[in-house]
């Protein structure tokens, strides 16, 4: 059995709690087990706690039945192999994915290296907004041939964006 | 180049000339990637995954970096080819389970090396000598960087680089070292500096990566999270942990010479006398007791020189290794053999454990490099 958290290692730690006559499962490895600090049974709540209330239940329930568009990929896969089936994944399985990762990383969202490709794209469309606001801006004050040059340069970069490199 | 080339060229990491080399036996760092819309390998059938690695093999062997290099089908690969790269931390064990429609490319000089169809579609690995984890680095940032713009690579703008598993989400980056800690575990203090890695998220495994023994008093140290911090934030925080680790088992070598030397000397010199007497011996057992020599020769109980036959037989002596230089299969019993044969001749040039020239050392100070004899 694989651990909750990770998904990659065994399991080795089981902890088990009765709430309302229902009975919740947790399993962790020996390293996440440790990282939450979880080997004291009775810290069992601060155990949900940290890995988003209730994850055990939370992987359970998802929707069983949703599959991913591009690979064809289900929640009972994921489930079973605690690996996604391809990139669009991410998209598809994005709200259970969300407390995993929240649990399992520093940090939610990334801050180091993208590809060349993402930094044009993401330059390319700042350039946008500022072309657009300054487009507005003209015309709000007339200078009609100002805003004629803007909404040529915005045609410009539009045909920019649409040839994906 | 041919596979037999590999093994007999060794690997410049295998040299150990890096820098605090003694402690650091080699410093890792491994990029995933993967392809946009296509299944991971996990998940793909054997025909996407045939598609996925025609599209990527011919973008890597095109690199300069990868001129002269040894490319590689796994199905090519018997088992023992696979386990031999497997003992260089040339491929994972994983991928040595990996046959049709994943293959293996690595440079000449085998610090460099990319694993196809893994868990993810590309596993970038650079492996150097010594704590070098900062030029690791900087040579797989260099080969994906060249790569991305000839793949499509899959990433998100909040999340990264997307990978099979969410542990690896983000920077799709695993900088590790292997260190060789006979000092703290002699002291006993090594489960200290272990707990004390865990709580700052860094990862201790043993010599193969994940769920593997600490054999030969040999710890992996990497990072645990890829979500939420920079590369060079990872790699620079990882490098001043170890950096403290080398002070920790500097000053508990100072230690032991100071306050536990019988002890010392007795493991020294068992180690030496099981080692050039035995006739059987597993690589467990010849791990630890060669760690003991090599520890001996950090001190200066054995000359310098002796270092390098050391360093090849912690290699030499592993399974796949032993049976590849005897051209045969070889049945454990027959390995354990082998194994003590090997280790006897090489030792019987050895001198005995001199401990009159590690007391001399002993008033320099934690951080003093040991002696170089003769």
Known sequence: ?165 | MKFANVIAAGGEWLRGEGPHHQIVISSRVRLARNLRHRAFPGWAKKVERTQVLELIKPRVEELPEMQDSFSEMLQDLSALEKQVLVERHLISREHAAKSVGSAVIMNRRQTLSIMVNEEDHLRMQSIRSGLQLKSAFKLVDKIDSTLENKLDFAYDPKLGYLTACPTNVGTGMRASAMLHLPGLVLSEMINQVIQAVNKIGLAVRGLYGEGTEAMGNLFQISNQTTLGEKEEEIVSRLSKVIETIIEKEHDARQMLIQKKSNTLWDQIGRAYGVLTFAHAMTSKEALNLLSIIKLGVDLGAFPEDRRLPIDELFIDTQPAHLQKSSHQKLNAEERDELRAQIIRDRLRVFPRPDISKVARESGNGSTAEPPTNE
């Open chain 1, 1 to 165: 059995m694989l651990c909750d958290v990770c998904k990659c290692n065994d399991a080795t730690v089981f902890l088990t709690q009765i709430l309302e006559g229902k009975m919740q499962k947790v399993n962790l490895c020996d390293s996440c087990s440790k990282e939450k600090g979880v080997q004291d049974p009775t810290g069992f709540a601060l155990a949900d706690l940290l890995l988003g209330i209730g994850a055990a239940e939370e992987i359970e329930k998802g929707t069983p039945t949703q599959k991913c568009g591009v690979c064809g990929f289900t929640q009972a896969d994921f489930k079973k192999t605690g690996r996604l089936g391809c990139s669009a994944c991410y998209i598809t399985f994005s709200e259970g994915l969300g407390s995993l990762l929240k649990a399992m990383h520093k940090g939610t969202e990334h801050v180091g290296k993208l590809p060349q490709r993402a930094h044009r794209e993401i330059e390319l469309s700042d350039r946008m907004r500022t072309l657009n606001a300054d487009l507005q801006k003209a015309v709000e004050e007339e200078n009609y041939e100002s805003a004629a040059s803007l909404r040529d340069q915005i045609k410009q970069l539009e045909a920019n964006l649409a040839i994906k490199p």
